[in-house]
T-cell receptor
Framework: GNSVTQMEGPVTLSEEAFLTINCTYTATGYPSLFWYVQYPGEGLQLLLK?????DKGSNKGFEATYRKETTSFHLEKGSVQVSDSAVYFCALEGGGGADGLTFGKGTHLIIQP | DAGVTQSPTHLIKTRGQQVTLRCSPKSGHDTVSWYQQALGQGPQFIFQ???????QRGNFPDRFSGHQFPNYSSELNVNALLLGDSALYLC???????????FGEGSRLTVL
């Protein structure tokens, strides 16, 4: 079946640091890949997505590239802000596995001023 | 424009009891999906409702059932509660069964 593995948190960075949150996946076919973000006190929100190999999703300064050869979808941002503090979830859909979205366990990101 | 709203926000039940959670989708959305998020875990897909029918289902026992009403709102019912059912239950709505999901803040269920 489908599965998503993402780096354990919490990840603590200083403001303006470079961010990478690793995400790898297992799927039998060609899934769509997503990053969701959960800010304190709010529901999950879609941050970005990519639907086929080599696609790059981007939003709010965050980027992730769908790498089929390494089955990865790492999240990056060049300069993080305190307001980026949140829990980030990598997820996939499709690819011949179970129905619905399959999520990773989430990575808690803490940005210090 | 109201987003996805869920009720109740918190509730406590004892083992063996039954619970009903409610969800109102975002305006204009006709599809509702339910997810279970245990502490420290990512959300797990329970099922999806579209046109008042269960369209997809994840790996959850029959104790978990749902319903969608003509106004597109939805209920999640869990019978014979177990301690392991303690979790945050998330509702998400979308414009179609394959559309982008918009999540509510969840209903936190504690089973004692």
């Amino acid at each position: 079946g489908n599965s998503v593995t993402q780096m354990e948190g919490p990840v603590t960075l200083s403001e303006e640091a470079f961010l990478t949150i690793n995400c790898t996946y297992t799927a039998t076919g060609y899934p769509s890949l997503f990053w969701y973000v959960q800010y304190p006190g709010e529901g999950l929100q879609l941050l970005l997505k990519a639907t086929k190999a080599d696609d790059k999703g981007s939003n709010k300064g965050f980027e992730a590239t769908y790498r089929k050869e390494t089955t990865s979808f790492h999240l990056e941002k060049g300069s993080v802000q305190v307001s980026d503090s949140a829990v980030y979830f990598c997820a996939l859909e499709g690819g011949g596995g179970a129905d619905g979205l399959t999520f990773g366990k989430g990575t808690h990101l803490i940005i210090q001023p | 424009d109201a987003g996805v709203t869920q009720s109740p926000t918190h509730l406590i039940k004892t083992r063996g009891q039954q619970v009903t959670l409610r969800c109102s989708p975002k305006s204009g959305h006709d599809t509702v999906s339910w997810y279970q998020q245990a502490l420290g875990q990512g959300p797990q897909f329970i099922f999806q409702y579209y046109e008042e029918e269960e369209r997809q289902r994840g790996n959850f026992p029959d104790r978990f059932s749902g319903h969608q009403f003509p106004n597109y709102s939805s209920e999640l019912n869990v019978n014979a509660l177990l301690l392991g059912d303690s979790a945050l239950y998330l509702c998400a709505s979308s414009l179609s069964p394959t559309g982008e999901l918009f999540f509510g803040e969840g209903s936190r269920l504690t089973v004692l």
